[in-house]
């Protein structure tokens, strides 16, 4: 789940899909914005839902990214990507978990593939267009994904991603609402992006590569 977590999440900051031509135009107008920046920071909120067992969390979230890499920080751990390797910091147990992704994660975690992930995973459908708010709904190929459908948001008037929310076939949603994306000062150095083993001698490294 949350592995799951991790990957929504940075499908919501990257997703552009092609849709109808005013929703393509749309989203991929928001994707160019952030393609421009040589860095991204991006302040969000994550929220839990299961309306049948009356259950929404509300966290709130951080995430950078810099190419290939990123960082992400929600619900008290920090996810770290290096373009190599993916570390998964949990300070209050004072653990970091080591791995390199698989194929299918390598594949997901890359946000130049992100970018394209429409091509090949999804259908689209422009739901609506008013209020200044256009909303699309994407519908994975594959039927043993574990949501039925993901729900955007988009402001015409900036063209900017405003929510992306996840149908969870097991009535678990995940809901992410951008509330500010902008340019680091100064760009982070890659490093910024590998978990610093060296700087926390307290913390158990367990090692799973």
Known sequence: ??????????????????????????????????????????DFTLTMENKAEGIQEVHEGKAWMKGNLYKLHVMDVENYYDGKNIYTYMPEVKEVNLKNPSDEEEEMLSPTKIFDIHN???????????????????????????????????????????????????????????????????????????????AHPEVEVIDMR
């Open 120 to 198: 090949t995973g999804f259908t689209q459908k422009l739901v609506s267009q008013e209020k200044g708010i256009a909303y699309i709904e994407l519908y994975p190929l594959d039927e043993d994904k574990n949501f039925t459908k993901i729900g955007i948001q988009v402001k015409t008037a900036d063209s900017s991603i405003e929510e992306v929310k996840s149908f969870g076939k097991d009535g678990n949603n995940l809901i992410i609402k951008i509330k500010n994306i902008k340019q680091p000062t100064p760009v982070p150095a890659d490093s910024f992006f590998k978990f610093d083993t060296a």
């Open 1 to 42: 789940m949350r592995y799951w977590i991790t990957i929504f999440i940075l499908i919501a900051v990257y997703l552009t899909t092609y849709a109808q031509n005013e929703a393509k135009t749309l989203l991929d107008k928001s994707t160019a914005k952030i393609k421009a920046l040589p860095a991204v920071e991006i």
